[in-house]
């Protein structure tokens, strides 16, 4: 019998929309980091072959399975298409619908990514707001986590004044500026606290924190550019943290090179969801991170005055023999853009360097089974010379946080959160405060 060439469309159609659809899948989870979508790209990448393959079987029952398939395949696609459209079409809010906007109010500042667009690719967080709770308690709690890690933790008020960032609202000159990221931002710390306050009470100085987390050292730049500079600054200070900066450096530097040729920008909107192809999509992505069990977050002990302390050891930051060409370039354009910004503005660069847990704890941990091979097999590299080297080259004054940190380990005073946090403690922020402060003061 003579094949039609309408038997073979269906299990093409399919074959093709189930390939793409895996196709895309996995292309986001190689270059987004998405690792969700990776199996369910595997899996629709493998039924579009064998659907469009299915097209061409001649006779048998395979025929009417995969036939009987493909056509399922182009309904579910198709009643997929009618309902986004009638979804877009209507205005059907699906972010009201699933509680998203509740929840992401409801959890700590410091945990969300900013949202307020800022020239080029950048975002700064909304303000002014304010949030009330106990930080990291609630962190582990959204977590399912067993760890008893921060029981004397208090309630504090977190205020962001109306550009975002945690300075009284009375502030309208000041001496020196200070931008990072999470570890600046310090979300989880009383104002007093956090290490730019440190800097400020400990040199008599007024001090203009420009600390936002999920920020690399371009959007960072562009903080100081925009809010940094009043008619006393002469000093600026960029927190370099080495878990994440790096990478972050990558990201924005492709997301601005996108943006100047092709004038594509990031979208962080989170207001109304009419699509509902993308309420899935999020939905899975959500429940690709849920915690539906409790469980413990600790990867190492470590040896302090009071005895072992169950710790999380994540980052195994890499050497400067091991970074890429383009985490290279990236942080050498980073740096370019920070001691440029400096001089435009006339004002002293430095740069702060933040070591990670793993670095400052090196020596004194014992591993648990729960731990990483790559952190267990990490050793510390020369990254902060490496980054200091880049400095020097660049003009820019270097200050290294690591040697004081560390002596304060080796004394078995703990600077650091110790579950699943990454972040200075009170303690290690008063070190870093105190760093600052010393050097700062004493520059020619």
Not at 330 to 336: F, N, P, S, Y
Request: aromatic share 10%; net charge positive; glycine share 8%.
């Amino acid at each position: 019998m003579k094949r039609r060439w309408t038997d073979t469309l269906p299990g093409i159609a399919a074959g093709s929309l189930a390939g793409a659809a895996g196709a895309m899948m996995l292309w986001r989870s190689l270059r987004r980091d998405f690792d969700f979508l990776r199996w369910p790209g595997v899996i629709c990448c493998v039924l579009g072959a064998v659907l469009a393959a299915g097209g061409f079987v001649r006779a048998g029952s395979a025929r009417s399975v995969l036939r009987a398939a493909a056509i399922v395949v182009l309904n579910t696609a198709a009643l997929l298409g009618v309902v986004e459209i009638a979804c877009r079409l209507g205005g059907v809010n699906f972010a009201v619908m699933t509680g998203e906007r509740e929840r992401f109010e409801r959890f700590p500042v410091c945990f969300r990514m900013p949202t307020q667009p800022l020239p080029e690719v950048f975002f700064a967080r909304p303000g002014p707001q304010a949030w009330t709770g106990r930080v990291l308690n609630t962190m582990l709690e959204n977590l399912k986590s067993i760890d008893v890690a921060y029981p004397d933790e208090p309630e504090i008020t977190v205020r962001y004044d109306k550009d975002g960032f945690r300075n009284p609202d009375d502030l309208v000159d000041w001496d020196i500026a200070v931008a990072g990221d999470s570890f600046t931002e310090a979300g989880y710390l009383p104002e007093e606290q956090m290490f730019t306050s440190v800097l400020a009470a400990k040199s008599g100085r007024r001090v203009k924190h420009l600390g936002v987390s999920y920020t690399g050292n371009f959007t960072q730049t562009a903080y100081l550019r925009r809010f940094g500079k009043s008619a006393s600054t002469r000093q600026a200070v960029i927190a370099f943290f080495e878990g994440n900066d790096i990478e972050d450096d990558v990201r924005e530097l492709r997301d601005l090179q996108r943006f100047r040729s092709a004038g594509v920008r990031p979208v962080r909107e989170m207001g109304r969801e009419t699509s509902f192809l993308r309420t899935l999509y999020l939905m899975t992505k959500n429940m690709s991170q849920l915690r539906i069990t409790p469980r413990s977050y600790a990867t190492a002990h470590w040896a302090g005055v009071g005895g072992s302390t169950p710790v999380s050891i994540y980052e195994a930051p890499p050497s400067p023999e091991t970074l890429t060409a383009g985490q290279r370039e990236a942080v050498c354009a980073a740096l370019d853009e920070w001691s440029h910004a400096c001089r435009d503005l006339g004002l002293d660069p430095w740069l702060l360097f933040l070591p990670c847990k793993a670095r400052v704890l090196h020596g004194g941990l014992e591993f648990l089974p729960a731990a990483s091979a790559a952190t267990v097999k990490w050793t510390p590299g020369r990254l902060p010379e490496f980054i200091g080297s880049l400095c020097k080259e660049r003009g820019i004054r270097f200050i290294d946080s690591t040697p004081p940190l560390a002596a304060s380990c080796l004394q078995g005073v703990l600077t650091h959160n110790t579950i699943y946090d990454t972040h200075l403690n009170r303690e290690g922020c008063r070190i870093v405060g105190e760093l600052l402060a010393k050097s700062l003061s004493t520059a020619p």
